[in-house]
């Protein structure tokens, strides 16, 4: 299902949990946001040293994406956690300083519930997008919902890099 279209001109914050994210997505989302409105804040939550990021390091470039960097804990998976929390506190504070009208939160949302209704309780429009296997819960409770398979299905040729202010 793709997101409706806003009355008004809208300034979105694109939260990314690069990790969660398949990289084949990210030209299809973004040519779907900028239907949306104008991305003023992009970032990408990951630990960028890992190998399996390399293909996301280019996506960072091509679409002026900031990367915000979480070491990987020895032996553990605790990346995914960090990028989850940092990308928690960001949404707030964006939401908080009324610098987003909107934001669209990017990868595995299952346990992004508390998240999206404080979002909501501050006036904010919020998209999330992951896996099909994403729960009714955060479905139910943000503006818009996102399959990851409608995006790799899109074509990209069209997409240009930069069509955001981020």
Do not use: K
């Not at 940092?86 to 998240?115: E, Q, Y």
């Not at 996102?146 to 790799?152: K, R, V």
């Amino acid at each position: 299902m793709l997101p409706s279209p806003p009355e008004l001109a809208q300034r979105l914050a694109l939260l990314v949990d690069a990790r969660a994210t398949p990289p084949e997505t990210a030209d299809g989302l973004l040519e779907v946001l900028a239907g949306m409105g104008s991305i003023t804040v992009c970032r990408g939550y990951a630990d960028w040293t890992r190998p399996d990021m390399g293909e996301w390091l280019g996506l960072l470039r091509r679409h002026g994406i900031q990367p915000v960097h979480h070491f990987s804990e020895e032996g553990a998976d605790l990346d995914d956690e960090q990028a989850l929390v940092s990308m928690s506190v960001d949404a707030v504070d964006l939401a908080r300083n009324s610098a987003v009208d909107g934001v669209v939160i990017v990868g595995n949302p299952g346990s992004m519930v508390p998240l999206v209704t404080r979002l909501h309780g501050s006036g904010v429009r919020v998209v999330t997008v992951g896996p099909e296997s994403t729960p009714y819960g955060v479905r139910a409770r943000s503006d818009d919902f996102i399959d990851f398979a409608t995006l790799a299905a899109r074509p990209t040729e069209s997409t240009r890099a930069g069509r955001h202010r981020a």
